[in-house]
Every structure is written in structure tokens, then in C-alpha cells.
């Protein structure tokens, strides 16, 4: 991976998820004020021979999500140059060839090419394709090489998106939630994967997990997803977190989804210090004073 810092401030880090089809994982960020990840988007590029990268189709709809998350300054930025692109239409690295591969991640890829490839399920070319044909003899494997895996935890998980409900994810989903040591984006991915699962009946377990103080901002969607769940307990840990700069939004759009009007004086006592925060703390008001 390799972060480019542009005039604005705006940095974008790449990582290459397929040698094959040179297919890259973006992540957008602000590096002017918090240095904050946005996301890590599904955004597809082509590395052209002069180190360019050109933009793909899925760009502006990610952009978009990350919009409605609240992340309006680097998405407005973002958006502008989608709608607007430069002549080009490659973003300008200044020149410079890009880095070479890290040769552990090289090695790891290879190696998860052999062995999916032994088992009757190869990953070269186009495998999100090939693994919804036929996802039963991608699931376990890639359930297991999510944990294992160092360096493409990323693509893995995008690749499970195709597998209508792996065995054993949800189980390894939680496990590596809690791997503290882990990057904080990957943790946010997992806890992003664990709201998608909307699954009420994991919010004991994802309680303790996404209110522990080491998880950051990683623990963002998880608290959506305690308030979706409407789990009671969870009153008092998101009441906590209105005062987090990283968390304050989320715990209160999952206050307002948790419907308990005992927030209501903690939300109202809230001094939200980004946009995100002071929408999403009008919207629970307006919820619970209903």
C-alpha cells in the first residue's frame, strides 16, 4: 500500500487485491485535518504503463455512502472531481513509477492462489464472478483465510460479500473485531461487515466489543448496530460516546434508532463538534420527542 498526498490535503491509498486484473482497494481520507480514513472503498482503477491510475465505475456511488455517513468535506472534494474530472481523466501521481508489491503480500497471494486453486475453486482472473456461480467451494476457504490472511483481509472480505451466508463468518467476524492489534480501518471494515449482517441476536456479544475504548473509530457502525437491534443495555455505553469526536454522530443516530426517550437529555445536552454529529443529534431529538 502507498498513500499519495495531493495540494488539497487529500491523500488516497492504494492497495493491489489481483495481480492478474491490477484491481485496487481505495481509501479516501482528509490528510489536511484529522488524517482520518473515510473508507475503504470498493473503487476500481487501471494502472496505466506511466504509473497513472484511471478512474472506474463504482467511484461516484461509494463516494456517495461515504457522504451519508457523514465524511461530507473529503466526499464534497471527491465528488467534485468525479462530476468534474481533468481532461485526462487519471489522477496525476507526480510522476514516478508506483512502488513494487510488498514481497510478503506477494507471497501470501501466491500461496492463497495455490491452495484455492487445489481445492477446485481458483481466484485468478475474475473469482467474484466464478464464486457467485458457485460459492460452495470459496466459503470455507475464504472464511478461513480471512484471519489468516495479513496482507488481503480487504479483498477477502469483499469476496464473501458474493457468498449468501458463509459458514462460520459471523464467528470470525467477531473474533477479529477484537483483535485490537489489528489496523483500525480493517477493525471499521469488520464492524461495517457486522452492521450488514443486521442480526439482533449478536448485540450481547458486539456490546463489549465495540465499547471497548481500544477500538477507536472502528467501533462506528457497530453502534448503529446496537441501536438497530434496540438493545436495551446499550443505553448508557452510546449515551457515553456522544462525547467521543470520533463517535459522537454514530452513537446518536443509534440512539435515535434505539428509540428510548431517556436519551433524550444527553442528547440535548450534546455539543456535536463535526456536521455529522449535529445532524444526526436533530434527528434523534426529533425521533425520541415523538
Wanted: proline fraction near 8%; avoid cysteine; charged fraction near 25%.
Amino acid at each position: 500500500m502507498f498513500d499519495v498526498v495531493h495540494g488539497d490535503g487529500r491523500f488516497v491509498s492504494l492497495r493491489r487485491s489481483s495481480r492478474e486484473n491490477e484491481r485496487w482497494n481505495v481509501e479516501i481520507g482528509d490528510g489536511a485535518t484529522t488524517g482520518m480514513v473515510v473508507d475503504r472503498l470498493a473503487v476500481e482503477w487501471v494502472r496505466a504503463e506511466d504509473g497513472s491510475v484511471s478512474f472506474g465505475q463504482h467511484g461516484l456511488i461509494f463516494t456517495l455512502v461515504a457522504l451519508w455517513r457523514g465524511y461530507k468535506g473529503p466526499s464534497m472534494n471527491w465528488l467534485k472531481w468525479l462530476l468534474h474530472p481533468p481532461e485526462t481523466e487519471v489522477i496525476d501521481f507526480s510522476g514516478g513509477e508506483l512502488p513494487e508489491p510488498d514481497p510478503a503480500a506477494e507471497a501470501e497471494y501466491e500461496r492463497m492462489l495455490a491452495e484455492f486453486a487445489a481445492a477446485g475453486a481458483p481466484l485468478d482472473g475474475h473469482p467474484a464472478e466464478r464464486i457467485q456461480a458457485n460459492p460452495d467451494p470459496y466459503a470455507p476457504l475464504l472464511v478461513d483465510w480471512l484471519e489468516r490472511s495479513e496482507h488481503h483481509k480487504h479483498w477477502i472480505l469483499q469476496l464473501l460479500a458474493v457468498v449468501p451466508d458463509p459458514p462460520g463468518l459471523t464467528e470470525a467476524l467477531l473474533r477479529e473485531f477484537g483483535r485490537f492489534e489489528l489496523p483500525e480501518h480493517w477493525r471499521w471494515s469488520v464492524g461495517n461487515a457486522l452492521h450488514d449482517l443486521n442480526r439482533t441476536d449478536l448485540a450481547p456479544r458486539l456490546l463489549p466489543l465495540a465499547t471497548d475504548p481500544r477500538q477507536g473509530m472502528a467501533a462506528q457502525m457497530a453502534l448503529i448496530a446496537l441501536g438497530r437491534a434496540r438493545y436495551a443495555p446499550a443505553l448508557e455505553p452510546l449515551i457515553e460516546r456522544l462525547d467521543d469526536p470520533e463517535l459522537e454522530g454514530h452513537a446518536a443516530e443509534a440512539l435515535r434508532k434505539l428509540g428510548d426517550p431517556a436519551a433524550l437529555p444527553a442528547l440535548e445536552a450534546m455539543a456535536p463538534r463535526s456536521e455529522f454529529g449535529r445532524t444526526a443529534r436533530q434527528r434523534a431529538i426529533r425521533a425520541l420527542r415523538r
